[in-house]
């Protein structure tokens, strides 16, 4: 299994390099230089403008990186065809590793896109009781506020779920009291698990 630190968790200085170790970036800066570094792009589950998202491909394509996590990603029918494009674009530009976060299971037409999906993105008390229903082997599972006893538990039982790749953290997302919804970029260290 993969491990993607999403943008609310860093690895540790001690990590082993890892080339097939993700990491996103909420905002464009010195890129890890033996892991993957993704480019956030918020797509407030399909509200944004073509074009603010254009403008966000192309300030990480000059940023360097290996590709994009699209985060807060519509999951129902009728996002598809934005981010069908988002994706279609995003390849020409040279970004051809692109992980999709809904944090749900989609659409089944989201499958058609060639990309990794995030099927789960939430707490470890919302996990425990998540039926999984919708997800495939090989989809991604962020989950957060572990207990730090409970991280072997958790990798464990994403493993026994089929995660492909993702990660169990310790860490709390922070929330903008603003939108009540956006992880706030943290650069907070924590205990982390996952492959």
Sequence with gaps: MRTLFPTYTHPLPELADDPDTWVVQ?????????????????????????????????????????????????????????????????????????????????????????????????????????????IRPGDGHLVHSVPTEMLTAARRLMGRRGAGFGLATDAVPEVSEATGADAADSAGRCRTTGS
Excluded: M
């Design 26 to 134: 909420q905002h464009p800066g010195q890129p890890r230089r033996f892991h993957q570094v993704l480019g956030r792009v918020d797509l407030d589950w399909g509200g944004r403008s073509l074009a603010d998202v254009l403008a966000d491909l192309d300030t990480w394509r000059a940023a360097g990186v290996e590709g994009l996590f699209l985060d807060r990603a519509p999951a129902g029918s009728g996002g598809v065809g934005p981010v069908a494009l988002t994706v279609r674009l995003a390849a020409r530009r040279g970004l051809h590793r692109v992980v999709l976060n809904p944090g749900v299971p989609t659409h089944p037409l989201y499958r058609d896109l060639g990309v990794r999906i995030c099927t789960f993105d939430g707490s470890w008390s919302a996990y425990q009781g998540w039926d999984g229903n919708g």
